[in-house]
């Protein structure tokens, strides 16, 4: 794999580009949305109490920046091109099993959902990660309930396994099932063959 870094892509609608301090408030009001939190897994559940309290988070979110261009960091704030308007964050971030293997998450401002925003930004960042980083292979994961989620996954070419897997979400009280999901670079251009060498 290349490491080079959240450059900046862009598409029809959006921007997807590196983070900055600037959006981070705007991003965190967006996660503390239950909607939107629910099946999103930020920190261990312990955490919890301590990510709901901006000042806290705000430090955290500082250091964070820190590391944000760094070539080995693949995170991105999404914003729409016309208003700039920051609407949600995807990343795409490694498994632990080999830096080739990427798991891939996202979340989109719930008023912003149901425009294809989150298909958009999903389908931009995959090219990037598999074309310019050349990256081997996603696997990823979805609850059950967030159809939303495993929608678009399915719509992009990801495969879903025979496993299921329980996680414990950071702001859910009990495990939650998830769909496993796996697309490698080869699927995916079989099955989006306008995706960008």
Same mark, same amino acid.
């Not at 693949?74 to 995807?90: A, Q, R, V, Y």
């Given at each position: 794999m290349k490491y080079v870094g959240s450059q900046t892509i862009e598409t029809e609608r959006l921007l997807l580009k590196a983070q900055t301090i600037k959006e981070q408030r705007r991003l965190w009001e967006i996660?503390?949305?239950p909607e939107v939190n629910r099946y999103y897994l930020t920190v261990p559940q312990k955490?919890?109490?301590?990510?709901s309290s901006w000042p806290e988070q705000e430090d955290f979110y500082k250091q964070a920046m820190q590391q944000a261009n760094e070539l080995n960091v693949f995170e991105w704030s999404i914003f729409l091109k016309d208003t700039n308007t920051c609407i949600g964050k995807i990343s795409c971030n490694e498994t632990g099993i080999d830096p080739n293997i990427r798991d891939?998450? =996202?979340y989109i401002d719930p008023d912003f959902q149901g425009k294809g925003y989150g298909t958009e930004a999903a389908k931009a960042m995959i090219d990037f990660m598999f074309y310019k980083a050349e990256i081997e292979k996603i696997i990823t994961g979805a609850a059950?309930?967030?159809?939303?989620? =495993?929608k678009i996954m399915e719509h992009l070419g990801?495969?879903?396994?025979?496993?299921t897997k329980m996680i414990q979400y950071t702001f859910s009280d009990k495990l939650t099932e998830d769909y496993i999901y796996a697309l490698t670079k080869e699927k995916y251009l079989e099955h989006c063959p306008s995706a960008k060498e």
């Amino acid at each position: 794999m290349k490491y080079v870094g959240s450059q900046t892509i862009e598409t029809e609608r959006l921007l997807l580009k590196a983070q900055t301090i600037k959006e981070q408030r705007r991003l965190w009001e967006i996660l503390m949305i239950p909607e939107v939190n629910r099946y999103y897994l930020t920190v261990p559940q312990k955490f919890r109490k301590k990510l709901s309290s901006w000042p806290e988070q705000e430090d955290f979110y500082k250091q964070a920046m820190q590391q944000a261009n760094e070539l080995n960091v693949f995170e991105w704030s999404i914003f729409l091109k016309d208003t700039n308007t920051c609407i949600g964050k995807i990343s795409c971030n490694e498994t632990g099993i080999d830096p080739n293997i990427r798991d891939v998450g =996202w979340y989109i401002d719930p008023d912003f959902q149901g425009k294809g925003y989150g298909t958009e930004a999903a389908k931009a960042m995959i090219d990037f990660m598999f074309y310019k980083a050349e990256i081997e292979k996603i696997i990823t994961g979805a609850a059950i309930y967030n159809q939303a989620s =495993w929608k678009i996954m399915e719509h992009l070419g990801f495969e879903r396994q025979k496993d299921t897997k329980m996680i414990q979400y950071t702001f859910s009280d009990k495990l939650t099932e998830d769909y496993i999901y796996a697309l490698t670079k080869e699927k995916y251009l079989e099955h989006c063959p306008s995706a960008k060498e």
